[in-house]
């Protein structure tokens, strides 16, 4: 029996950890990658308390001779790379204009720039096999945007840009890309990571009470999620196991009647309904 081998980046926490784990004990390779030793020693124990085995590696995504070394660990050991989830990403919530060009530079270089890098790194392993399975981690808010993350959003929408078309470059070698989108789900993200920009927090800013009330109206929709880590994990190995996956996987029924409603209604009607109704609950909150 192959066993395949499968890097999971930013998989210290959240999502990550669930899928690390979830495709560890389901027979997989797991490389665990996280930027720090407190990343590595939070995955390791929670291996252990799951009783599974994963490896772990060192791996920032905004550091080329990290992913390299990273990289050439796994075929070397391995044999091969049969698949990288490209999970390491971070936030940032805020108003555009609260914004500071450093924060947008740090949000691109971890969501888009270093997610190249890594699929860059990995594909020269994968075309010399004939195969390979790359799986991007994107979010609803890829397909539909949303006021107080505009510039996080910005940052999905590109990676399912870049990721519909490296569908189609790389489909021919037997390489397949593979969208999983999630909906809202209570991980770390929410709390510890949550990355809100030190502008959105200025009691000055313009934008200040609306910002405040989006963050309540997404608090609500976090606790009211029903979806979990392990079920993107779930998805996730669907989609590393499937003979023909499809290009795109959504997690959460929320996030999936809200993508069928932007397909089937008229854009203004749309824009009207859905995007109407976010502004308003945010400019004139009910009591």
Same mark, same amino acid.
């Given at each position: 029996?192959?066993?395949?081998?499968?890097?999971?980046?930013?998989?210290?926490?959240?999502?990550?950890?669930?899928?690390?784990?979830?495709?560890?004990?389901?027979?997989?390779?797991?490389?665990?990658?996280?930027?720090?030793?407190?990343?590595?020693?939070?995955?390791?124990?929670?291996?252990?308390?799951?009783?599974?085995?994963?490896?772990?590696?060192?791996?920032?995504?905004?550091?080329?001779?990290?992913?390299?070394?990273?990289?050439?660990?796994?075929?070397?050991?391995?044999?091969?790379?049969?698949?990288?989830?490209?999970?390491?990403?971070?936030?940032?919530?805020?108003?555009? !204009? &609260?914004?500071?060009?450093?924060?947008? =530079?740090? +949000?691109?270089? #971890?969501?888009?720039?270093?997610?190249?890098? *890594?699929? $860059?790194?990995?594909?020269?392993?994968?075309?010399?096999?004939?195969?390979?399975?790359?799986?991007?981690?994107?979010?609803?808010?890829?397909?539909?945007?949303?006021?107080?993350?505009?510039?996080?959003?910005?940052?999905?929408?590109?990676?399912?840009?870049?990721?519909?078309?490296?569908?189609?470059?790389?489909?021919?070698?037997?390489?397949?890309?593979?969208?999983?989108?999630?909906?809202?789900?209570?991980?770390?993200?929410?709390?510890?990571?949550?990355?809100?920009?030190?502008?959105?927090?200025?009691?000055?800013?313009?934008?200040?009470?609306?910002?405040?009330?989006?963050?309540?109206?997404?608090?609500?929709?976090?606790?009211?999620?029903?979806?979990?880590? !392990? &079920?993107?994990?779930?998805?996730?190995? =669907?989609? +590393?196991?499937? #003979?023909?996956?499809?290009?795109?996987?959504? *997690?959460? $029924?929320?996030?999936?009647?809200?993508?069928?409603?932007?397909?089937?209604?008229?854009?203004?009607?749309?824009?009207?309904?859905?995007?109407?109704?976010?502004?308003?609950?945010?400019?004139?909150?009910?009591?």
């Amino acid at each position: 029996m192959t066993v395949h081998a499968i890097l999971v980046t930013g998989a210290s926490t959240g999502l990550g950890k669930a899928m690390a784990l979830s495709l560890a004990e389901r027979g997989f390779k797991v490389y665990a990658s996280a930027r720090n030793a407190d990343g590595i020693a939070a995955v390791e124990e929670a291996a252990a308390r799951r009783g599974v085995e994963v490896a772990t590696l060192t791996l920032d995504v905004t550091d080329a001779n990290s992913i390299q070394a990273g990289v050439e660990r796994i075929a070397t050991e391995s044999g091969g790379i049969y698949g990288v989830i490209n999970n390491a990403g971070i936030g940032l919530r805020g108003y555009f !204009e &609260d914004l500071t060009d450093a924060e947008i =530079r740090e +949000l691109y270089d #971890a969501n888009v720039f270093g997610v190249m890098a *890594v699929t $860059r790194a990995v594909l020269p392993h994968m075309r010399a096999a004939g195969r390979g399975r790359i799986l991007m981690i994107s979010s609803v808010g890829g397909r539909i945007g949303s006021l107080g993350v505009s510039t996080y959003c910005s940052t999905k929408f590109a990676l399912e840009g870049f990721s519909e078309s490296l569908y189609m470059e790389l489909a021919p070698l037997g390489i397949q890309v593979v969208i999983i989108e999630p909906g809202i789900i209570k991980t770390e993200r929410w709390s510890s990571n949550r990355g809100t920009a030190a502008g959105a927090l200025n009691p000055d800013s313009p934008y200040h009470v609306w910002f405040k009330q989006a963050e309540k109206e997404s608090d609500a929709l976090v606790q009211a999620s029903t979806a979990t880590p !392990e &079920d993107v994990a779930q998805v996730v190995h =669907r989609a +590393l196991s499937a #003979a023909k996956p499809r290009l795109r996987y959504m *997690v959460g $029924r929320k996030a999936k009647l809200a993508v069928s409603l932007r397909r089937l209604l008229p854009g203004e009607l749309f824009e009207r309904l859905y995007f109407g109704t976010v502004i308003r609950r945010v400019t004139r909150p009910s009591d």
